[in-house]
């Protein structure tokens, strides 16, 4: 059976996961990082704790690397990401700034990664996570200072960083349909109305197995109806552990509709997984008693949702 990134290559398609750089010391998870996906995700070494730790201190070391392997195996890259309340150094979070300092510290950071990186990163998450799950604006230090604007501001100067790069907004729980993804197609309008450089949307697809949305394919293309590239960017599908061949079953289906919903849909242009496998996956860390959530398991075997996957391409 070819692998999952040759099926994806015969029809343009992006399909990618979410690597760690530090993980690529072992050889197995190396193999199937390079073996089985076209693209790939930082999942943590490009976040703004991780390369500007301290003002003006960058650190590059776990983002050139996954930089490297990528390049070398032809992969492409989603930068992930440059502007989001999470994972950001306490100097930027509990600084206090007037807008035009924040204005520039923001421009340092922005144009300093994506400028390292232009002509290898291809497409960025500009801004991560800036509406709550109550589909209001969310409380970080960017909203209290710069108000809404700080989203058209980033996408300008991430435009200006590097022209050729595709710029994203990204979001968890705006796979389908709900007040939530509705706040965004509101936002995607205004920002393209006001010219901002917005070009597409990210949904994270951090879905519970057997509570998929139904209308995820409607919602992909009522934002690819406003001209936005759309992908699927750190999908993942969680269950109750223990894992049971019921469950597996399960989780096939629900990985089989995700794909389908993003291929049938000509502007979805790809589906990146939050993890190479379920070793490596954030979700038993962060949801008490969940996990199994990749296609591939903790042995590194396909599990039912791979050859979904695979089926799917
Ligand atoms: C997660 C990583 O997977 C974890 O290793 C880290 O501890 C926390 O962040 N939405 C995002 C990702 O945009 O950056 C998050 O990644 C998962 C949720």
Redesign the pocket.
């Known amino acids: 059976q070819p692998p999952l990134r040759d099926l994806a290559d015969q029809q343009g398609f992006r399909m990618g996961a979410?690597v760690a750089s530090h993980l690529l010391d072992d050889a197995d998870y190396r193999r199937t990082a390079a073996a089985e996906f076209n693209s790939v995700t930082h999942?943590?070494d490009l976040?703004w704790e991780s390369v500007q730790p301290q003002p003006g201190q960058y650190s590059w070391s776990g983002a050139d690397r996954l930089v490297e392997f990528a390049e070398q195996n032809g992969q492409q890259i989603h930068g992930?990401?440059l502007v989001w309340h999470s994972?950001l150094p306490s100097w930027v979070e509990n600084g206090s700034f007037t807008p035009a300092e924040l204005t520039q510290v923001m421009e340092d950071h922005i144009d300093t990664t994506m400028g390292r990186y232009r002509g290898q990163i291809q497409t960025w998450d500009v801004v991560?996570?800036p509406i709550g799950d109550d589909a209001q604006f969310r409380n970080s230090v960017f909203h209290r200072v710069l108000g809404e604007d700080f989203i058209a501001q980033s996408l300008h100067m991430a435009r200006a960083a590097d022209p050729d790069a595709t710029l994203f907004i990204?979001d968890?729980n705006i796979d389908g349909i709900n007040a939530k993804s509705d706040a965004y197609y509101e936002l995607a309008q205004d920002l393209l109305a006001q010219g901002a450089p917005l070009d597409g949307i990210g949904l994270?697809g951090?879905l519970i197995s057997g509570q998929l949305p139904q209308d995820i394919q409607q919602n992909i293309q009522r934002f690819a109806d406003l001209g936005l590239e759309v992908m699927i960017t750190?999908l993942d599908i969680r269950m109750t552990m223990p894992v049971t061949q019921q469950k597996l079953e399960q989780q096939a289906r629900d990985y089989t509709q995700v794909m389908d919903a993003c291929l049938a849909v000509s502007g979805c242009s790809g589906v990146t997984v939050?993890g190479v496998t379920d070793a490596h996956s954030?979700v038993p860390?962060h949801f008490t008693g969940e996990g199994a959530a990749l296609p591939i398991d903790e042995n590194y075997q396909p599990k039912p949702a791979y050859w979904s996957v695979h089926e799917a391409l």
Do not use: R, S, V
């Open positions: 979410a999942e943590n976040k992930h990401t994972q991560n996570e990204n968890y994270q951090h750190e939050w954030w860390d």
